[in-house]
């Protein structure tokens, strides 16, 4: 499955972005999808993931009760709205799908989010 990140960009501290991130198949409803970050020099790290049927999520710390993941199987489309931004939230942003949370097999290409202070 192929998947495209789209809505990144710049935005300052406090304000807020939507990320979506379309898959080129149909099966999508089938996969859990995830979000994961890689800022500049550190490794990637786990974001927020949602199951198939979108009833069931988990968070980072970092990031729980400012970003929220969401999907819309009619769509092929996973959304992270994230909202409270901190210059530390800076980073490439990547979707990923897998059979179950936890194992994700198939990568976007990422989209960049700067946070300015």
């Known amino acids: 499955v192929q998947l495209v990140e789209s809505g990144g960009g710049l935005v300052q501290a406090g304000g807020s972005l939507r990320l979506s991130c379309t898959a080129s198949e149909r099966t999508f409803s089938s996969y859990a999808m995830g979000w994961f970050r890689q800022a500049p020099g550190k490794e990637r790290e786990f974001v927020a993931d949602i199951n198939w049927r979108g009833d069931n999520t988990n968070y980072a710390d970092s990031v729980k009760g400012r970003f929220t993941i969401s999907r819309d199987n009619a769509k092929n489309t996973l959304y992270l709205q994230m909202n409270g931004l901190k210059p530390e939230d800076r980073a490439v942003y990547y979707c990923?799908?897998?059979?179950?949370?936890?194992?994700?097999?198939?990568w976007g290409q990422g989209t960049q989010v700067t946070v300015s202070s």
């Open positions: 990923a799908a897998g059979i179950y949370t936890g194992k994700f097999d198939y």
